[in-house]
């Protein structure tokens, strides 16, 4: 047993409105520079639809992730040797087009526009070539909220009858906000010629290191979320840094910080290193369960033996065993990593979302017979696509969550309206009472300290003299373009 | 003078500058240290001149730099005329290649607005001299028949004697005016390597061939 600690969040797509703040506050402390304009560390997309870069899950297009062959896993894009033979010009890296050209709009044509008969307009312009854009064609969100899902939604790979988006009576929709995952298999830092990315032994953040990457690019083609950028101006990789100058002292990711419908629950899981690989080498629908199972136990004595061996210090196994990360993915098992297929093993889970609460027939009185929820075979998201989405399209075990999350539903509400509770229902989802009220505590009123259990780093009683003025993106040396 | 200049200073002061400056720039400041890829903004012609320029330029340096270190087995080799033939043909194919990849990367640089804003002083001035030294690498492969034998018996001579400080210029003097021009290009070339984006070829995969492929820091350890 090798245990480590690694920092993960789980997103409970149920409460995600899609109102972006998060990608806006990411934006503003991280992304908000030259060569940087197009990326969104975080991201919030609508599903069904291609996503932000278009088509990230099309592995056939971008070639990401790994694959297993011959009992082995392999990258499934390039090996070592033609990886150096295709340095020069890497065949799978996304384009500018794939993501969107960053434009900007030129506020000083409203004041300096000489007299005439027009009111003057703020014109866009690109922010690459700084020339003016006619026609903006692309953005990050274009197809946000099923708009132009003709064009896009029905391009979504996870959908198996496109025609959902063209059926006002059947179409559904929810959001999934993306960061980096920071996997415990990571594609990219296996793809680095350069040897630049690396994962943190401590926390299991995964960071280029920017004095080392010489922009070989096949990072932002092997990740298979498409979550490594390419900054144009410095001519090096970048990524999502989990907010590590935040974490390490003990506050949340700004993310996670700005969302208002508090989907986010940041904290500790311990994982047995040794056997990922193994883990990862089972069919497609067994995965979650291989998840599951390399997550461990932080009140096990032998874990925590363990875990000590490695540096983990009481203050992480004390964090860990309080992890809402842990109760969620593990405990209660209603959070789920996103596309496990891809075999790199994300440690990013997402409680599957059971919205809208309409039956797929659409009539009132059918739900009715079902006490308010309807069935779940009557949801109007198909649970084929949450599969494909979230557990490599093992649709039981989205069924068995989605029934959990009904079962509470239905509990609280009879709570609320001073009825009796049938205690079947409960037990038929696999929760009891107890469990259910610490699982509608994490889903409603759970205030920050409890949404977010975070432990330090210690980082100032460490390395002070070494780590001054270098906490954050750490651009303070000269770079290549304009200041 | 214009031979002193061009085989006793050009060669001293551009080795100088590798040996110094470079090592300066890695313990610096390396976030200005890669290759500054332009594929993410433009790929279809990048894609018709990056390959033809490195498959066609770095085996005709690698011969180059063959011939300095071993000139004792380069010149067994190329005593049989079939493998002049051979090793000659293939050489200018190459030249030819690179040719084509440099001036395609050239006019890619002029021709796509996107461009302009990664574009910098440091490229022209690259792109221009590769383009005159490959120029003039196909012209004396052409023009000055049987290279590869010759080249091992007045250049890689002269390499030595400035290798051991004795810089003898005599094997250089009498060639043309455009062979001179592709050794002073070629020196000119070494000189800048630290200053610009030319400092990617100083790169040995030995960790990425060698290492596991999931990379931990560890601050303790």
């Known amino acids: 047993m090798n245990v480590r600690a690694q920092l993960v969040m789980v997103f409970n797509l149920d409460k995600c409105i899609g109102c972006h703040a998060c990608s806006i506050s990411c934006k503003n402390i991280w992304t908000d520079r030259k060569g940087a304009e197009y990326m969104w560390w975080n991201n919030v997309e609508t599903k069904p639809g291609v996503g932000y870069p278009k088509k990230w899950e099309n592995q056939d297009k971008f070639k990401g992730g790994w694959v297993r062959e011959n009992g082995k896993l392999k990258l499934r894009a390039l090996g070592k040797g033609p990886t150096l033979l295709n340095m020069f010009f890497q065949p799978d890296m996304p384009k500018l087009d794939d993501y969107y050209e960053p434009f900007d709009f030129d506020y000083s044509n409203l004041y300096k526009a000489p007299p005439g008969s027009d009111q003057p307009v703020a014109e866009a312009f690109s922010q690459v070539s700084g020339e003016r854009m006619e026609e903006i064609t692309n953005g990050p969100n274009w197809d946000d909220d099923l708009s132009g899902s003709q064009v896009y939604a029905v391009n979504d790979v996870n959908l198996k009858d496109s025609s959902l988006v063209s059926d006002y009576g059947r179409m559904f929709m929810h959001y999934l906000p993306r960061i980096c995952n920071h996997c415990l298999n990571p594609a990219c830092v296996a793809s680095c010629p350069s040897r630049a990315l690396y994962k943190r032994g401590e926390d299991g953040v995964v960071l280029v290191d920017q004095d080392v990457c010489k922009g070989w690019r096949f990072c932002t083609s092997a990740c298979p979320y498409k979550k490594v950028y390419f900054n144009w101006q410095s001519g090096k990789a970048e990524k999502c840094i989990f907010c590590f100058p935040r974490t390490e002292s003990g506050q949340c990711n700004a993310c996670a910080h700005s969302c208002v419908g508090r989907i986010r629950h940041v904290g500790v899981l311990l994982y047995d290193a040794d056997r990922v690989e193994e883990a990862l080498l089972k069919p497609d629908d067994q995965l979650v369960a291989a998840h599951r199972d390399v997550i461990l136990d932080p009140r096990d004595p032998q874990v925590r033996e363990s875990a000590r061996k490695n540096g983990v210090t009481d203050q992480w196994l004390e964090a860990a065993e309080k992890s809402p990360v842990y109760a969620l993915v593990k405990e209660f098992a209603v959070a789920l990593p996103l596309h496990p297929e891809f075999r790199t093993m994300p440690m990013a889970y997402y409680i599957p979302s059971l919205s809208p609460v309409i039956s797929s027939g659409g009539d009132l009185h059918e739900l009715a017979d079902h006490g308010t929820f309807p069935l779940l075979e009557k949801m109007r998201a198909p649970i084929s696509f949450l599969a494909s989405l979230l557990s490599g399209g093992n649709e039981e075990i989205v069924a068995a969550i989605l029934r959990k999350q009904i079962a509470l539903r239905l509990f609280k509400r009879a709570g609320n309206l001073g009825q009796p509770i049938e205690e079947s229902i409960l037990k038929n989802a696999g929760l009891d009472e107890a469990g259910a009220n610490k699982l509608y505590r994490l889903f409603t009123i759970a205030p920050y300290r409890e949404r977010f259990i975070i432990p330090t780093q210690q980082r100032e009683e460490q390395d002070p003299q070494q780590r001054k003025g270098t906490s954050g993106f750490g651009i303070l040396k000269k770079t290549r373009g304009p200041k | ?221």
């Open chain 2, 1 to 221: 003078m214009l031979n002193s200049f061009i085989f006793v200073v050009m060669p001293y002061a551009a080795l100088a500058l590798l040996i110094f400056v470079t090592p300066y720039r890695f313990y610096s400041n390396r976030l200005t240290w890669s290759a500054y890829s332009t594929q993410f903004l433009e790929r279809n012609v990048l894609f018709w001149g990056i390959n033809p320029w490195h498959y066609g330029i770095l085996p005709v340096l690698a011969a180059h730099f063959l011939g300095v270190i071993a000139p004792g087995p380069m010149k067994a080799l190329l005593g049989n005329q079939n493998n002049l033939i051979i090793f000659e043909s293939i050489g200018l194919a190459l030249g030819l290649f690179a040719v084509f990849g440099c001036l395609a990367l050239l006019l890619r640089r002029v021709n796509t607005p996107l461009l302009k804003q990664v574009t910098y002083a440091s490229d022209w001035v690259l792109l221009y001299l590769l383009a005159a030294q490959s120029l003039t690498g196909v012209y004396v492969a052409t023009f000055m028949r049987w290279g590869s034998q010759w080249y091992l018996h007045s250049v890689v001579p002269y390499f030595w004697s400035l290798a051991t400080f004795n810089p003898q210029i005599e094997y250089m003097a009498d060639f043309p005016l455009v062979f001179k021009l592709h050794a002073a290009c070629a020196f000119l070339i070494v000189a800048l390597l630290p200053f610009t984006k030319l400092v990617h070829m100083l790169y040995v995969p030995a960790r990425f061939l060698m290492d596991p492929p999931i990379l931990y820091r560890w601050r303790s350890k």
